[in-house]
């Protein structure tokens, strides 16, 4: 059979089950990315799970989220991340020195190797011809010790791009174009094969950008062939080595497909709460913005500095603007210092910060009360900058310099004939921020690590109240929120728990401390976003036993299952319309119904009515859940 590339890499890479799409398969994983925020944790399970030593040849951690050092919690996290890399056998990758997705795109992407990231836009490397995956911290750990990843085999989708992009009109375009028609659901349980001859016009840092903003379809992953491009590419990151060509067999079978004209596509705006809610530049053209901001894994690569260097050159930021510029990584500062663009955009009055994941996850500039910021980021889910009630556009670097320029919403074909795109010959760096690992020394855990909580196995019965009741696309960031106040608790279960649903309903924590059991009732892609292990071990540390919801983003129910909480699907979205907050609900026979993979029916004991919800689960996920999840599996003798 003529194979596409993303089914080339899963056969390749195959360690169980039948890649059919909507079953179990078990994928070996060649490499691994760990961040300061999952990856604090991530490393204390696999040191919980008695790992003595990292097996897949490439692990790098890196310290990309929580990076200042304001007192000295996150530099305990630091230090711990650093001295377990160095003990484990994995690469450290310095405060400074770059975002994980972008850092490890140019220092150890490999085409036709796998990568599993504890961080949702893993899949930027699949840029470059990887398969690329996103998961919860626990996963990772397994991973870490030589286990396979077990996931549901999606759907894969050829996406056929046609046409180059119009002057001013980015990947980003592209991208938020893709969620304007298909929504942050639209890529549950598929992966996104990009092909044809739209392909070959697009620069690896525009084919990154895809990637990486496919975690906001919900895409399990993105696939690019390695070609020329990618080639030219690493022979310019001095890495023409680590090169090979990988692509789909001519005639290849898709599950679906579709085609995409690139030159149809204008620039874009999603407005604040969701990234899919798009429209065209115009709509929006003259709103006045008090913040501006360039970079994060989707924004963040020399193309994007050095256009916005373009947009800038010999103008002046809006005085009434404050705009920041994040480069995804020192190797893209540096280069940027070589290639003169710094001296350009200072005296434009731009402000460069470190290479950092910064005010992306919610960590400094956040904007004042009540003021709009335009930020080419991937993510503006409410409250995410910092501040509830924010109100934050997200845009392509383009826009967002024009818009810089003048203080309002603008269009960036108003800018003139923009330069052909200049790639240096050399993205030449020092590699001083990469530490290779001897195997020697301690581990140093300071105070700001907390031992791992354990799960509880799932009871026989479960009565409990609704704790809160929430409607539809809740994310993450709505249960476990971003910022630098909430982040640095990371490693530490019993304060990142006070934090959960602070926006949605500040109570929340003290409520579900005082029933002691509780269920979180919610309408469609519960738990849509960050891949933060966090909004699945709060929840369960402060006693929530079941989530009850209309469905279930990927990464976060693997998460809710890996840590003993029940994921229940109505098997009549109308019951939940009956629904309260405070109902008490009863679930009679539970661990049985799950054991048997029976629906579980329900009781509203406040109303009286019996409703059904199901939990469909595979083998391993049964054995996982019904222990109280992973760590608690295998700790009784599991995988
Ligand atoms: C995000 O963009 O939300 C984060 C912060 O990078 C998260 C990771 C985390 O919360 O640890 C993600 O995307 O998974
Ligand atoms: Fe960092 Fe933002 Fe990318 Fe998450 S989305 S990894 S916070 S830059």
Redesign the pocket.
């Known amino acids: 059979m003529k194979q596409s590339l993303t089914r080339k890499l899963i056969e390749s890479h195959l360690a169980s089950g039948k890649p059919v799409a909507g079953e179990e398969i078990g994928l070996t994983v060649d490499q691994a990315l760990l961040t300061d925020t999952n990856g604090t944790m991530a490393w204390l399970q696999f040191e919980a799970m008695g790992f003595q030593r990292v097996v897949p040849p490439c692990v790098v951690t890196y310290i ?2 929580n990076v200042y050092q304001v007192d000295s919690r996150n530099s305990d996290d630091h230090r711990y991340l650093q001295t377990a890399a160095r003990r484990y056998g994995a690469v450290f990758s310095k405060p400074g020195n770059g ?3 972008q850092v490890h795109l140019e220092s150890f992407s490999v085409p036709g190797q796998t990568l599993l990231g504890t ?1 949702s ?1 893993t899949p930027l490397c699949g840029a470059a011809g990887m398969l690329a995956i996103g998961a919860g911290g626990l996963d990772v750990a397994v991973a870490m010790g030589g286990g396979p990843y077990p996931f549901t085999m999606p759907e894969v989708v050829r996406v056929w791009l046609t046409g180059e992009l119009q002057p001013w009109v980015t990947a980003k375009d592209v991208i938020l174009e893709l969620l304007r028609r298909l929504s942050v659901r639209g890529g549950t349980g598929k992966i996104f094969e990009y092909a044809g001859p739209g392909v070959a016009a697009l620069s690896l840092p525009q084919r990154m950008t895809l990637a990486n903003m496919g975690a906001e379809l919900g895409l399990t992953t993105s696939v690019f062939p390695s070609d020329a491009v990618t080639r030219d590419y690493f022979r310019r990151l001095h890495r023409k080595h680590a090169w090979t060509s990988q692509a789909a067999d001519d005639d290849a079978q898709y599950d679906d497909r579709f085609e995409l004209d690139l030159a149809a596509v204008t620039p874009l705006v999603a407005l604040p709460g969701s990234p899919d809610r798009v429209v065209p530049v115009a709509e929006v053209e003259g709103t006045k913005v008090e913040q501006v901001m360039v970079g ?2 989707t924004n963040g690569s020399w193309e994007d500095m050095w256009a916005v260097t373009q947009v800038l050159q010999g103008r002046h930021v809006h005085p009434d603007v404050s705009f920041v510029l994040f480069p995804g990584s020192h190797r893209i500062l540096e280069t940027m210092a070589r290639e003169g663009l710094l001296a350009d955009l200072l005296a434009s009055g731009a402000l460069i910060s470190e290479p950092t ?1 910064g005010s ?2 919610g960590i400094g500039h956040v904007p004042a009360a009540g003021t709009k910021s335009l930020r080419a ?3 503006n889910f409410p409250g995410r900058s910092g501040v509830k009630g924010d109100e934050v556009y997200l845009a392509s670097s383009v826009t967002a310099a024009a818009s810089a320029l003048t203080g309002a919403i603008t269009d960036p074909r108003t800018a003139g004939t923009p330069a052909s795109l200049y790639l240096p010959e050399s993205f030449a760096a020092s590699s001083a921020g990469l530490v290779t690992p001897d195997g020697q020394g301690e581990v140093i855990r300071g105070p700001n690590i907390k031992a791992v909580p354990l799960g509880e196995p799932v009871a026989e019965r479960l009565e409990a109240p609704v704790l809160l009741k929430l409607g539809d696309k809740i994310s993450t960031d709505d249960i476990s929120p971003a910022g630098a106040a909430v982040l640095v608790f990371r490693s530490n279960i019993p304060a990142i728990a006070e934090f959960c649903f602070k926006y949605v309903d500040p109570e929340f924590a003290a409520r579900a401390k005082a029933a002691g059991r509780g269920i979180v009732v919610a309408g469609e892609v519960y738990g849509q976003g ?1 891949s933060r292990e966090a909004a699945a071990i709060g929840p369960m540390y402060l006693g929530v036993r079941a989530v009850l919801a209309k469905s279930f983003a990927r990464i976060h129910r693997a998460n809710l299952i890996n840590w003993g909480v029940v994921p229940l699907t109505f098997d009549d979205p109308s019951a939940y319309d009956a629904l309260e907050r405070d109902d008490r609900l009863r679930l009679d026979g539970l661990r049985q119904a799950l054991a048997a993979g029976d629906r579980v029916s329900i009781l509203d004991t406040r109303r009286g009515r019996r409703f059904s919800a199901s939990c469909v689960l595979t083998a391993r996920e049964r054995d996982i859940l019904l222990a109280g999840g992973l760590l608690a599996h295998t700790s009784k003798g599991g995988p």
Do not use: E, G, V, W
């Open positions: 990309d989220h975002i994980c997705h961080d836009h994060s894994c994941c992306c996850a980021f991937n993510r960050s």
